[in-house]
């Protein structure tokens, strides 16, 4: 059983940064392979970014390709969300995801779910 908890999320203008948080806990956590998805009002939730467990391998939505940056600390149990030139319609909750298997794009398969954060981007 892995728990996630993501912080970082707020208010930020058009153009600005931000960087989110999702520290895990629980089992072995540093070997699953971690993802961000965001799900906007009257969205379904989308993909975001995903790396394996080493953090040697990373993928990205074309949407966020270039202003995106996904990291992880195994010795924090951290993984980052480096978030730059954002926009407007990057405004959406924000929630971090888990599995025990290879790298996934699909919400569908991920095992383990945070609460989400908030990120409202104002134009």
């Known amino acids: 059983q892995v728990q996630l908890e993501e912080s970082g999320g707020g208010l930020v203008q058009d153009g600005g940064s931000l960087r989110l948080s999702c520290a895990a806990s629980g089992r072995a956590s540093s070997n699953y392979v971690m993802a961000w998805f965001r799900q906007a009002p009257g969205k379904e939730r989308e993909f975001v970014a995903t790396i394996n467990w080493s953090g040697g391998s990373t993928y990205y939505a074309d949407s966020v390709k270039g202003r995106f940056t996904i990291s992880r600390d195994n010795a924090k149990n951290t993984v980052y969300l480096q978030m730059n030139s954002l926009k407007p319609e990057d405004t959406a909750v924000y929630y971090c995801?888990?599995?025990?298997?290879?790298?996934?794009?699909?919400?569908?398969?991920?095992?383990?779910w945070g609460q989400g954060t908030q990120v409202t981007v104002s134009s």
């Open positions: 995801a888990a599995r025990t298997r290879g790298i996934s794009w699909s919400y569908a398969s991920y095992d383990y």
